[in-house]
Every structure is written in C-alpha cells, then in structure tokens.
C-alpha cells in the first residue's frame, strides 16, 4: 500500500488549496478513505472521511461547509478541496485508510494559512 499527498502550500486566510492522495498497490474502489491533519503540538484529528463509491462523506465540524472530500475511483485519487481557509487549518495533512483492521497514511502534506 502505498499513499502520496500532494497541493500542500503557503496561503493567506480566505484563500483556497486542494489536496490529492494517489493510491497503490490495493483496491482503490473497494475502501474507505480518510484525511487527517495534525497540527503543532496537537493530536492527529480526523477532518473528512469518504466511502467507498463516494456516496458517504462526512466532515469535521469545524470544516463543514468550507471542506469538500471527493475521491476519483478511475484515477485512483482522493481529494480534498480546501476553501475560505483559517490560521486554524494549518497542519500537516495525510491521507488514510485501513484495510483488514490495518492502518495505512501517507507521508503527509503541510498547510499553512498565514497573512
């Protein structure tokens, strides 16, 4: 299994920045998938969790409405379209899943929301 973020970056409140994951080496169309973040000297914390065909998604409050997780099953890639962005979001992001009760991240992707 093998997981790869990318579109992190440098932006000011308000901007915008979407985030990728490729997948490898598993089936992609057959599992749920996940973004996490991890911010400075705080615990990992789930953001947006996607099924398998995409017809379940659901958010971290506090990205609701600002967050959008989708998932390219042909292309093997999950997304996660980041708007109005906070000081807050700032946090290195990775992508997740788990198969057969394994856990499997990314290498990870920093955000950082700064004027």
């Not at 967050?67 to 700032?90: C, G, H, V, W």
Request: net charge positive.
């Amino acid at each position: 299994v093998h997981l790869v973020e990318s579109g992190g970056g440098l932006v000011q409140p308000g901007e915008s920045l979407r985030l990728s994951c490729a997948g490898s080496g598993f089936s992609f169309s057959a599992v749920d998938m996940r973004w996490y973040r991890q911010a400075p000297g705080k615990e990992r914390e789930q953001v947006a969790y996607i099924s398998n065909r995409g017809g379940t998604r659901t958010y971290k409050d506090s990205v609701k409405g600002r967050f959008t997780i989708s998932r390219d099953n042909a292309e093997e890639k999950m997304y996660l379209q980041m708007n109005n962005l906070k000081p807050e979001d700032t946090a290195v992001y990775y992508c997740h899943l788990r198969i057969n009760g394994e856990r499997y991240w990314g290498q990870g992707i920093r955000v950082t929301v700064s004027s």
